[in-house]
């Protein structure tokens, strides 16, 4: 069974540039969460999908971060502008369901540098 | 608001030590308890899953227990292996249905040959 894929594993850019991570789940998954991972730091959750409506989004920068996802399969997350604090690494994880005890499976990460 | 802890940031020990991890939350209300494994460049891999209901949990050299009441919460490896290097991090849930996980800063741990 293929894993959640990522793209890019890295991304550097300038301040006030804009950037777009994408993220693939586990087929089948209805449940995905975008986490961001600032270096020595837990991840944090931003945004959580259940099929493709939103579940949880308090903790998402609205002014310069957005989310989609389309058909409730793939997910994109944007940042726009970005800041130097926006660097971290960005985690996707997928779920058979939204249940505290369904496992969640994470991708790689893309790892964003921004100067 | 939660906040988990997790002391000490690194660890260092020889090869065959048994050794255990610590993590503390704040409010005991959680629902469950889980220890993840991050290696390098890679994701989270789910190790235990504790119910607040549960005490402990074991799979294979690992056993996790839990004290909600005291907001602790032990990662014990026996018999440490080069290949368990990694960071190990805790999470809480405060809902039955939700998967919202409240990270703490993770332990990484080194195992020497």
């Known amino acids: 069974e293929a894993g959640v894929a990522q793209s890019p594993r890295y991304k550097i850019i300038e301040k006030r540039q804009s950037v777009a991570f994408w993220c693939n789940p586990i087929?089948?998954?209805?449940?995905l969460y975008w986490y961001q991972q600032i270096l020595g730091q837990g991840p944090k959750l931003l945004i959580q999908?259940?099929?493709?409506?939103?579940?949880?989004d308090s903790q998402l920068p609205k002014d310069r971060f957005s989310a989609e996802r389309l058909k409730g399969v793939d997910s994109t997350l944007k940042i726009q502008p970005a800041k130097l604090e926006d660097s971290a690494v960005y985690l996707c994880?997928?779920?058979?369901?939204?249940?505290?005890?369904?496992?969640?499976?994470f991708g790689p990460g893309t790892r964003l540098t921004v100067l | 608001k939660q906040e988990v802890t997790q002391i000490p940031a690194a660890l260092s020990v020889p090869e065959g030590e048994n050794l255990v991890l610590n993590c503390s939350f704040t409010?005991?209300?959680?629902?469950?308890l889980q220890w993840f494994r991050q290696d390098p460049g890679k994701g989270l891999t789910s190790l235990l899953l504790?119910?607040?209901?549960?005490r402990e949990q074991t799979s294979g050299r690992l056993n996790a227990s839990l004290d909600k009441s005291s907001g602790r919460s032990t990662l014990y490896i026996a018999a440490s292996q080069p290949g368990d290097s990694a960071t190990y991090l805790c999470?809480?849930?405060?809902?039955?249905?939700?998967?919202?996980?409240?990270f703490g800063q993770g332990t990484t741990l080194q195992v020497k040959p």
């Open positions: 994880a997928s779920s058979s369901g939204s249940l505290s005890t369904d496992t969640q499976y």
């Open positions: 087929s089948g998954h209805a449940t």
């Open positions: 999908f259940q099929n493709n409506g939103v579940v949880d």
């Open positions: 409010d005991s209300a959680i629902y469950n």
């Open positions: 504790i119910q607040s209901s549960q």
């Open positions: 999470a809480v849930n405060l809902s039955s249905n939700t998967g919202k996980l409240i």
